[in-house]
């Protein structure tokens, strides 16, 4: 019978193959910024996408997560996505330029005094643009303006980007808790080709 590798918290656990392994970050605002993080921008668009189908959701989701390895929503079946996603306490917005969709923004409400960042990101082509924070200039604003915020929260790891722990302490989030996840990696069922993410090597 096999048994589960313990995490040692003073040296190297290993981890089976076919899995990975993330250093998670939790980060935390407990007060609006003094100013608005983004001037404004004429050219983008503030969509609110009020319960999109799991078929548009993941479409978007794929385009902004594949180098990332978003995975998530991608293993799930589609009634119990759509149900997410139609939840009330959970709002969705899409940047647009043109028409077309540059970021993707998800808060859940579902603690009122501390609204989470369940999903930010933008589709590659809108990357260093300026189009993030003014995403994030949007959501900030949002989630202060109700009476009911004490704290707003996110989490990000060592699978996402490079710079997103930077981006998200310049917009005023600050770190405050680490946690280790460890799943299945997704490309080696299929979910993407083996070459994405290649910060994290594929074990096999």
């Not at 302490?169 to 808790?177: A, E, I, L, T």
Request: glycine share 8%.
């Amino acid at each position: 019978m096999s048994t589960q590798p313990m995490l040692d918290l003073d040296g190297y656990t290993d981890i089976p193959a076919g899995k990975i392994a993330m250093v998670v970050t939790f980060l935390e605002m407990l007060a609006p910024p003094n100013a608005p993080l983004s001037r404004q921008r004429p050219d983008l668009v503030l969509d609110r996408w009020s319960a999109p189908t799991a078929e548009a959701y993941t479409s978007l989701f794929r385009e902004i997560g594949e180098d990332w390895i978003w995975c998530e929503r991608l293993t799930m079946n589609k009634c119990a996505l759509e149900t997410i996603l139609s939840e009330p306490t959970r709002e969705m917005f899409r940047a647009m330029i043109d028409g077309k969709p540059a970021g993707l923004l998800e808060i859940d409400y579902a603690n009122l005094a501390e609204p989470e960042l369940a999903y930010f990101g933008l589709t590659p082509g809108a990357i260093g643009g300026g189009v993030g924070r003014w995403l994030m200039g949007q959501a900030v604003e949002m989630v202060w303006s109700r009476p009911d915020t004490k704290r707003f929260w996110l989490h990000t790891c060592t699978a996402d980007s490079p710079q997103a722990l930077g981006f998200y302490m310049s917009c005023g989030f600050k770190p405050c808790k680490r946690a280790i996840e460890v799943t299945d990696d997704p490309r080696l069922k299929g979910i993407y080709d083996a070459d994405k993410a290649p910060h994290v090597p594929v074990i096999d």
